[in-house]
């Protein structure tokens, strides 16, 4: 199992940017796909982005031209540079790392975007 840590929420104004970014850390073994998903209060969590271990992104409509999506497969971390944010960015994102044999979840972070 992957421990999964994420940094970088918090409150911003709409038109703003933040980073997130995630660690995996533990007891891994190639890691696969990594990527961001978000939730809001009574709905279902949804897929934001995804980076496979090649470098090939896939992004949910919503944030295509404003959400790009990295990561370090050295250091096993992702990140989410987040531009342009909107008032409906507004969500806990979590970070989601799967491997050969586990997927696992982090405990998540705020963004709020400000109107």
């Known amino acids: 199992q992957a421990h999964v840590v994420e940094s970088g929420g918090g409150l911003v104004q709409a038109g703003g940017s933040l980073r997130l970014s995630c660690a995996a850390s533990?007891?891994?073994?190639?890691?696969?796909?990594m990527g961001w998903y978000r939730q809001t209060p009574g709905k279902q969590r949804d897929m934001v982005a995804t980076?496979?271990?090649?470098?090939?992104?896939n992004y949910a409509d919503s944030v295509k031209g404003r959400f790009t999506i990295s990561r370090d497969n050295a250091k096993n971390t992702l990140y989410l540079q987040m531009d342009s944010l909107k008032p409906e960015d507004t969500a806990v994102y979590y970070c989601n790392v799967r491997t050969a044999y586990s997927n696992n979840w982090g405990q998540g972070t705020q963004v709020t975007v400000a109107t």
């Open positions: 533990g007891t891994i073994f190639s890691i696969n796909v």
């Open positions: 980076i496979s271990r090649g470098g090939s992104t």
